[in-house]
């Protein structure tokens, strides 16, 4: 059973670098055909996918997000990466990462995300 543990530095200032690490284990983040996003949530937005990263490294961005974040992963240590740059107080939302293991590769469909971690909150604030 794969196991997402989000962790973040909870209040980050306008205009500053967020970054998010989710550590993965119950599994490799290289098994085919695994994917691993993120996803964030907020009483304004609702649900809203921020970006994927497959198995193999391949990468895909929400077009409204695309400008300002950066997914990644290090597999020695099991763990994707959430950079946002730029943030505002729009970006104040608990943030989740999530896996798939459907071979569709419908990074953008969050209804197709089968493991989710339980969510770490950053707010932005000065």
């Known amino acids: 059973q794969v196991q997402l543990q989000e962790s973040g530095p909870g209040v980050v200032k306008p205009s500053q670098t967020l970054s998010l690490t989710c550590t993965v284990s119950g599994g490799s983040i290289t098994t085919r055909p695994y994917y691993w996003g993120w996803i964030r949530q907020s009483p304004e937005k609702g649900l809203e996918w921020i970006a994927a990263i497959a198995y193999n490294g391949v990468t895909d961005y929400s077009p409204s997000l695309a400008s300002r974040a950066s997914i990644s992963r290090d597999t020695s240590k099991s763990q994707i990466t959430l950079q946002l740059t730029s943030v505002t107080p729009e970006d104040t939302a608990a943030y989740y990462c999530?896996?798939?293991?459907?071979?569709?590769?419908?990074?953008?469909?969050?209804?197709?995300?089968?493991?989710w971690g339980q969510g770490t909150q950053v707010t932005v604030a000065s």
């Open positions: 999530a896996a798939s293991r459907r071979s569709g590769y419908n990074y953008r469909l969050i209804d197709e995300y089968d493991y």
